[in-house]
């Protein structure tokens, strides 16, 4: 095929980081382009773009809880960055072995990090948060765009359908979740008073 008349797609991510390419993955991925998602899943040279979405959407949630909580804002944030980067990478791996075992998908583990990654661009709507008067409707609204992005994150790096995705994402919470449950109920006896 001629390249005049290629079929137009999603642009092909330069290996830089300049300010118009990460611009315009965050609107995509704030925008929950299905195309966008699944475009980062296929090009190994979007990794750095979408961690820097992870990371930023991690800086606008440490400024929004800066307020409430007796740290520092700097400190904050990079407490903040380093558990969501390590957050993210739990989750990722979460996903690829639930992806590899349930739905038989044999992907790169950077093929399911990025578009996770991506899925944290919503989070910059946190920084909204440090306006008390926001806060309530931040509260609710940005965890559950955050939701909706992870949803369409794992749809596009696993290429199935939404049922799949929603499943594999409740599979993801509980892996994630469940250890921590179990270690709290046998730990409840102990704190119970004697009598």
């Not at 558990?83 to 998908?105: F, H, P």
């Not at 290429?159 to 979740?177: C, M, P, R, Y």
Request: some cysteine; charged content about 15%.
């Amino acid at each position: 095929m001629e390249p005049s008349r290629q079929a137009p797609g999603p642009p092909r991510l330069r290996t830089h980081v300049g300010p118009s390419e990460l611009v315009s993955l965050l609107l995509a991925g704030i925008g929950l382009r299905q195309e966008t998602y699944r475009h980062v899943a296929a090009e190994p040279d979007a990794t750095h773009h979408c961690l820097a979405a992870t990371l930023l959407g991690a800086i606008a949630y440490g400024l929004c809880v800066s307020g409430r909580i007796a740290l520092a804002p700097p400190l904050l944030v990079v407490v903040e960055a380093i558990r969501a980067m390590a957050t993210l990478v739990v989750e990722a791996g979460i996903a690829w072995m639930l992806g590899r075992w349930a739905l038989g998908r044999r992907l790169p583990f950077g093929a399911v990090l990025r578009p996770i990654a991506l899925a944290g661009a919503p989070g910059l709507f946190f920084a909204i948060g440090a306006i008390p008067e926001a806060e309530p409707a931040v509260a609710i609204g940005v965890p559950a765009w955050l939701l909706v992005a992870f949803v369409v994150a794992l749809r596009a790096a696993f290429d199935g359908s939404w049922f799949q995705a929603i499943a594999l994402a409740l599979g993801v919470w509980l892996v994630e979740h469940l250890p921590g449950a179990l270690l709290a109920l046998l730990d409840a006896p102990a704190r119970l008073p004697a009598g």
